[in-house]
């Protein structure tokens, strides 16, 4: 009884600290952006994921970035991640915020949304439309002749939807394909979130209290030798193996 009590107070609160954070990082971003440029915007996008996963503290709610092994460097790489919660985003752009992961997104979270919005118009996302898939395949190709020439990262969810259990979803290989296509040079990144579904999201009140999530980014995974579909079995073995869902 007394868990719920602590809920029901805690989740307003949570998401009061949560939207302020967006809005002033919001009006941090466009200053940078204005005064000092990409570069500097990019840093207090950064700086926002970290607050956002340090706001999960106030939930009893401890992270985990565990990297078993730093990706190339110089390279442009495709991280490809299940998906659980929302707060997936943020914990992949700060544990690998020095390889500029650039994200693989709908189309909708492309404006309405403060510091989201405009953090993915500027950044250079991908926002697809799901009911539009030439419009999503050309987006994803963009996206990643962009990596290839800044030696930068694509971010892509291949489920395409959240996991509500914890239980991956198969992936779908056509947007890993398509960046694999754009960015020859590519490494694949596979990073295994767990916990996060635990956490429910804006639509469950109250929020889950008092858990762990963990983001474990895997070895890198060299294309050389290895078709488009071996890559995208590859990364999915690995997450799916790491998470003990074989």
């Known amino acids: 009884m007394f868990y719920t009590l602590l809920s029901i107070v805690l989740t307003p609160l949570y998401w009061l600290i949560w939207g302020l954070l967006l809005v002033f ?3 941090a971003q466009w200053l940078a ?4 440029g990409e570069r500097a915007r990019r840093h207090t996008a950064s700086l926002l994921n970290w607050a956002l996963l340090r706001c999960l503290l106030f939930l009893g709610i401890r992270v985990t970035l565990d990297v078993k092994s730093w990706p190339p460097e110089g390279k442009p790489l495709i991280i490809v991640s299940n998906h659980q919660n929302q707060i997936d985003i943020s914990g992949i752009s700060w544990a690998l915020r020095r390889y500029v992961p650039i994200f693989v997104s709908k189309s909708e979270l492309g404006r309405g949304l403060p510091s989201i919005s405009y953090n993915l118009r500027h950044s250079g996302a991908a926002l697809i439309d799901r009911d539009d898939p030439r ?3 050309r987006e994803i190709g963009r996206l990643g002749k962009l990596i290839q020439e800044e030696s930068w990262s694509a971010v892509i969810f291949p489920e395409g939807t959240r996991s509500r259990d914890g239980v991956m979803k198969p992936f779908a290989a056509a947007g890993i394909k398509v960046l694999l296509k754009n960015a020859p040079d590519a490494w694949v990144v596979p990073v295994a979130i ?5 956490m429910g999201s804006v639509k469950n009140f109250p929020l889950v209290l008092g858990h762990r999530i963990t983001w474990t980014v895997l070895p890198a995974i060299s294309r050389e030798g290895q078709s488009a579909d071996e890559l995208v079995a590859a990364a999915e073995s690995a997450i799916r193996e790491h998470l003990g869902q074989r």
């Open 25 to 27: 990082f919001h009006a």
């Open 135 to 137: 419009q999503a395949l």
């Open 33 to 36: 952006l204005h005064v000092w």
């Open 194 to 198: 767990d916990g996060a579904w635990r």
